[in-house]
């Protein structure tokens, strides 16, 4: 069974910074593609980044685009959101998700059960 | 950007009931749609992909139909476990990897 369990989330002030970690077990991490997607308190979900297998490419949304960085470390299984400038709007429990590709397209299949970051 | 069009955005229901549910594209994306539950306090889970495909596990009164634009989750017998909050995303063309706003289902 594919577990992400994501840390790092806390109390950051206004313009401050924060890593976010996801790590994986269980999965040949290296081989997928990984995306970060948020929640603000009693929103909807945000996708926030992507990350190929290879590391290669990274897509950003338009909110975090220049402020947020995404990478991995795949000899630690691990996945990580580094984010800058951040403002009250990144408050949210933030998500790893796995990407699974099929024939056609590709979904989120494992996520981890999130971290709450709190911009205060 | 594609624009992903969720509706109803909440549904009050009884179990039993058929629950249907639309997401609208604001471009084509053939049959790239995935659809998640998400339980208060838990990680969205994926229930449906490439529009119509049943994520494994996923009892089969919940389907998807659709393509292009217009699309459509059904739950055939609303049972109580699957009071939740329901999702789209769109997976054609990214960024972003847009989600509907999603539609909360509670009973009646």
């Known amino acids: 069974q594919v577990q992400l369990v994501e840390s790092g989330g806390g109390v950051v002030h206004p313009g401050g910074s924060l890593r976010l970690s996801c790590a994986a077990s269980r999965v040949i991490f290296r081989y997928f593609g990984m995306h970060w997607v948020r929640q603000a308190p009693a929103k909807g979900l945000e996708w926030v980044a992507f990350i190929s297998d290879d590391g290669s490419i990274n897509y950003y949304a338009d909110s975090v685009k220049g402020r947020f960085l995404v990478s991995r470390d795949d000899s630690e299984n691990t996945l990580y959101l580094q984010l800058n400038n951040v403002g009250p709007d990144d408050t949210a429990v933030y998500f790893c998700?796995?990407?699974?590709?099929?024939?056609?397209?590709?979904?989120?299949?494992?996520w981890g059960p999130g971290t709450l970051v709190t911009v205060s | 950007d594609i624009q992903m069009t969720q509706s109803p955005s909440s549904l009050s229901v009884s179990v039993g009931d058929r629950v249907t549910i639309t997401c609208q594209a604001s471009q084509d994306i053939k049959t790239y749609l995935n659809w998640y539950q998400q339980k208060p306090g838990k990680a969205p889970k994926v229930l449906i992909h490439d529009a119509s495909t049943l994520a494994p596990g996923v009892p089969s009164r919940f389907s998807g139909s659709g393509s292009g634009t217009d699309f459509t989750f059904t739950i055939s017998s609303l049972q109580p476990e699957d009071i939740a909050t329901y999702y789209c995303?769109?997976?054609?063309?990214?960024?972003?990897?847009?989600f509907g706003q999603g539609t909360k289902l509670d009973i009646k």
């Open positions: 998700a796995r990407r699974y590709c099929g024939a056609a397209s590709c979904h989120l299949d494992h």
């Open positions: 995303q769109q997976y054609d063309k990214f960024p972003p990897f847009a």
